[in-house]
């Protein structure tokens, strides 16, 4: 009252129902008539109802009544009663900016909450209308009904900022929130909040700045790059973003990966993920060629889109493992890019420079001038300690298993070696690797993820751990054992002109086909055993197929990537494409070419220095 008049609020458009206050008087509009009483809006979005015992005068559809707020209940319903003031004077209410993030809502069960957040997810069910919110803070889901199957709230879309209120509730132990009206921000008010979700979520998205490991010059070089990669999977995992990690399916590329598996899990889990949340945030697929072959990404592509349109979820952030830093990987790259899908790599392979226009992050040895001897599963382990600090004790021994898998001859290799050996020895690691090879290859392009975790020992059964270990080592020398025995007689020997010895297996009719160990392991295998057969000499082995050969060197200062790009251009029609690491890759070419290939490719090896 202010001089025998009486205060009568008018909501403003922005207005929502925690806005509205009990025992204040407002200005609404007629909108219908029930058996029960009358319908009003206090504002375009905001309804209550005058019960027919509070109605005082008769009116009609559309005029302006005054009516007291008697309660505003707990589902967002708000009870009036009709009012005829004589004198009074009109105040508009400007929307209460909210204090409450989605992090405060544990303590807020049962009560009414007014959120601002982007919309991550929108999942129709039978029942309800799903929105997944995220702020800066965290993810929850808001829960909305009209009718049954039925779309609530058409008109907010993937990415809108919204205003959302509604009763906090717990459904099957998650939060939700039940509700009971949302609205599309626009304007000053969608920039507002975009800023400040914006802005907390870089800082909460930043990395901890812990140190290696180990100590090494090429990782501390690599460190701001690494840190931008951590930066990137984080905020994915904040924002509700799914991730899709891609890496080569050998023991270098799967120590690589699922170090990072762990840390992203955790870190969903602590977000207020669960099991359900994790098999849609996060997938891990491995590639057998080490590059991004077209194949992957158009099933990477499938699944994302009929994500997005069964269970309205964002387009996926890809992490490329142990591959994605070479020319071959942009033919799927540009495809990825039709979509605007953001990609990061953490690669070892010798990068070519044109890849980075496709990609957001791009962490590389040769970038900084180390190799491929620092491997992926090293920087995977260090990248992982960044994502989620926390995961270090289940994953400290991988870039020991990816060094002795991968053959590195870094100095990074010993020291993570001698990192772990109090309980890991390097015979060990040397099994693990060995067993993750041979049960990837028959995953074939399943993650195993289960069978993987029992090989790598982080599913806390040691006993369990070490058996399969055993039993998966002793069937691969087997195989390598049964494989070698029919190849080895069918090398075929010829000294180059560089002094180096050069060795031929044809795979393809001298070798098991379709079983482990596949020709790049059978041409590695072949190669071991020459190399201590001609100790001390330059050695190049070469294991061809049909319409490929797979290249390994010792003492030879080649560069694959540097071959395969040249013989592209000399040998006409060959079609001839791949690569790998300076020493250690494959080539690939038309069937009909292949003499005309091997000899080029020969006198270009001849040409290369050696050691």
Not at 311 to 321: C, D, E, H, N, T
């Amino acid at each position: 009252m202010n001089n025998g008049e009486m205060t009568v609020y008018r909501l403003s458009p922005a207005c929502d129902v925690g806005d509205v206050e009990e025992g204040k008087v407002y200005v609404v509009r007629v909108q219908g008539f029930a058996d029960f009483g009358t319908f009003v809006y206090l504002n375009d979005r905001i309804k209550g109802l005058i019960h027919k015992s509070n109605v005082k005068t008769h009116h009609q559809e559309g005029e302006t009544l005054f009516v007291r707020v008697r309660q505003v209940r707990k589902n967002g319903n708000i009870d009036l009663e009709e009012i005829v003031p004589t004198r009074y004077n009109t105040e508009t209410v400007a929307k209460k900016l909210s204090t409450l993030r989605l992090a405060d809502l544990p303590d807020k069960v049962g009560r009414h909450a007014t959120i601002e957040a982007e919309v991550a997810q929108i999942k129709q069910t039978s029942g309800p209308t799903i929105f997944t919110i995220v702020d800066e803070t965290g993810a929850e889901d808001a829960a909305a009904f009209i009718e049954a199957g039925v779309r609530a709230y058409p008109e907010v879309e993937l990415g809108d900022m919204v205003s959302v209120s509604g009763e906090v509730m717990l459904r099957n132990n998650r939060l939700q929130i039940e509700v009971s009206n949302m609205r599309v921000l626009s304007g000053e008010e969608r920039e507002n909040v975009d800023k400040r979700i914006a802005e907390a979520l870089e800082l909460r998205a930043e990395p901890e700045d812990l140190p290696f490991m180990i100590e090494s010059d090429v990782l501390n070089r690599l460190k701001p790059e690494m840190q931008k990669v951590a930066k990137i999977i984080r905020k994915a995992i904040f924002t509700a973003q799914p991730i899709v990690l891609r890496h080569h399916a050998d023991a270098d590329g799967i120590s690589a990966a699922v170090a990072v598996e762990r840390a992203v899990t955790h870190l969903i889990r602590e977000n207020g993920g669960d099991l359900d949340t994790e098999s849609h945030m996060f997938k891990r697929a491995p590639s057998k060629a080490p590059f991004y072959e077209i194949e992957d990404v158009t099933r990477d592509l499938d699944f994302a889109l009929k994500d997005f349109v069964r269970f309205g979820q964002k387009l996926p952030l890809i992490v490329m493992m142990d591959n994605g830093s070479t020319e071959e990987d942009e033919p799927s790259y540009r495809m990825a890019k039709i979509y605007d899908i953001p990609i990061v790599v953490v690669d070892h392979h010798h990068p070519d420079e044109s890849t980075d226009a496709y990609l957001d992050a791009h962490v590389n040895p040769y970038h900084v001038g180390g190799d491929f001897g620092v491997t992926a599963g090293m920087l995977g382990a260090e990248l992982a300690r960044m994502i989620f600090p926390g995961v270090e004790d289940e994953i400290r021994y991988f870039p020991a298993v990816a060094a002795v898998g991968d053959r590195s001859e870094a100095p990074e290799r010993q020291q993570y070696l001698d990192l772990v050996s109090d309980e890991w020895s390097e015979d060990h690691c040397k099994d693990i690797a060995l067993a993750l090879d041979y049960e990837q290859f028959w995953l074939r392009f399943n993650d195993g993820r289960e069978i993987v975790k029992d090989i790598l020992g982080v599913n806390g059964d040691r006993d369990r751990h070490e058996r399969l270990v055993t039993l998966l080592v002793r069937e691969a020398n087997l195989a390598i054992e049964e494989q070698l025995s029919a190849s080895m007689p069918h090398v075929v020997e010829q000294e180059l002109g560089n002094t180096a010895k050069l060795f031929m297996l044809d795979v393809e009719i001298y070798a098991h086909r379709f079983t482990f160990p596949p020709p790049g392991k059978t041409s590695g295998e072949v190669h071991d055993i020459l190399c201590r057969r001609n100790e001390g000499a330059p050695v190049v082995t070469l294991g061809i197929g049909p319409d490929f050969v797979v290249i390994r060197s010792r003492g030879v200062l080649m560069n694959i990537p540097k071959m395969v790009r040249e013989l592209r251009e000399e040998v006409i029609g060959g079609g001839v494409n791949g690569g790998g690491h300076l020493v250690v890759g494959s080539i690939k070419f038309v069937e009909g070419m292949r003499e005309t290939v091997i000899e080029s490719l020969i006198a270009k090896i001849e040409e290369f220095p050696v050691e």
